[in-house]
């Protein structure tokens, strides 16, 4: 991950409280939102009226966070509207960086060599992390918003006068519902992968891997019968639980101990995994290359030699 403090950078994967050993995620520092008019957002401030060909959405294919902003980008038919810039697998000195690899796009913006060129870019005395999503306006030159949540749900309902699908991620009959259910998945699934994965004590760790099996169990159950989560749709909650079950067995269930299941463990799960994977446009967001490499071959602390296992396959065995 990395962070800025007074124009320097510095290379940090895992922020964790000293005395409990937890890890911990930093707030995200730019909220501004993308809407129809350009009024202000829920955060922010406004000025940032939906138009086609007017941001980019920058991204690693590796990261969960940023793969539910592509997901929405696909899922709403915006892919000629949202130009997608990818960032480089790997993660070493100097952060998310576009240097040349498969898959990976010269950032358009700036010619930068490394994304907290951006950030500073957008605000020259910024000192945070420097993360993926970033949505970038072409028009003022500055960052919208870093934070995936904002970003999956403008992209869901922003661009819908100006050239997007009508599906409808967001419902407002189930609204109440999938705001619950996402807070609830963030901190026990989303986010507990990582709080296990990252933990410098074995309390840090048990602590984390409980409520992420107890979540997963819960959602296995609440499935029995049904397509999706919430309101017998696709809806975000779906998305935002997905991006953590395709990168489970691969990466979390080995390289992140959370090894008490697998999601081919559990029926209903595998299936939901799978049958958003081949919904139309979603399979092209998935890049099991980027994502093993950069997670077994970035964290050092966790595997310091860098070895990426050859397998499982992904999804073969939910297959069948």
Not at 2 to 26: I, P, Q, V
Not at 190 to 196: C, F, H, I, P, T
């Amino acid at each position: 991950m990395g962070y800025l403090k007074n124009g320097t950078w510095h290379d940090e994967w895992a922020h964790n409280d000293e005395d409990s050993g937890e890890f911990e995620r930093d707030e995200s520092a730019f909220r501004n939102w993308i809407t129809p008019d350009g009024s202000a957002g829920p955060t922010g401030e406004g000025g940032f009226e939906a138009e086609p060909g007017r941001y980019r959405l920058y991204i690693s294919l590796a990261c969960p966070w940023a793969h539910r902003a592509n997901v929405a980008r696909n899922l709403k038919g915006l892919t000629n509207q949202i130009e997608l810039v990818s960032v480089h697998w790997l993660m070493k000195e100097g952060g998310w960086s576009f240097r040349e690899g498969e898959c990976v796009t010269p950032d358009p913006a700036i010619g930068a060599q490394n994304l907290h060129e951006l950030y500073t870019h957008a605000k020259s005395d910024y000192s945070g992390h420097v993360t993926v999503p970033l949505l970038w306006d072409t028009k003022t030159g500055t960052i919208v918003n870093n934070e995936s949540a904002d970003i999956l749900r403008m992209l869901g309902s922003a661009f819908d006068r100006v050239g997007a699908n009508d599906r409808d991620l967001y419902p407002e009959a189930s609204r109440e519902e999938i705001d619950e259910l996402n807070d609830r998945v963030y901190d026990a699934v989303n986010n507990g992968v990582y709080k296990a994965g990252f933990a410098s004590s074995q309390d840090a760790y048990e602590k984390a891997v409980g409520p992420l099996f107890a979540m997963l169990d819960e959602l296995e159950s609440r499935l029995d019968g049904k397509d999706w989560l919430v309101g017998g749709q696709l809806t975000e909650a779906d998305v935002r639980l997905w991006t953590t079950l395709v990168r489970f067995d691969p990466v979390y269930h080995t390289h992140f101990k959370c090894n008490v299941r697998r999601i081919r463990d559990y029926p209903n799960l595998a299936a939901l995994t799978l049958r958003l994977y081949e919904l139309e446009d979603v399979a092209e967001t998935v890049n099991f290359h980027h994502i093993r490499h950069h997670y077994y071959e970035s964290h050092e602390r966790i595997n310091p030699h860098g070895i990426v296992p050859a397998g499982p396959d992904p999804l073969l065995p939910i297959r069948t």
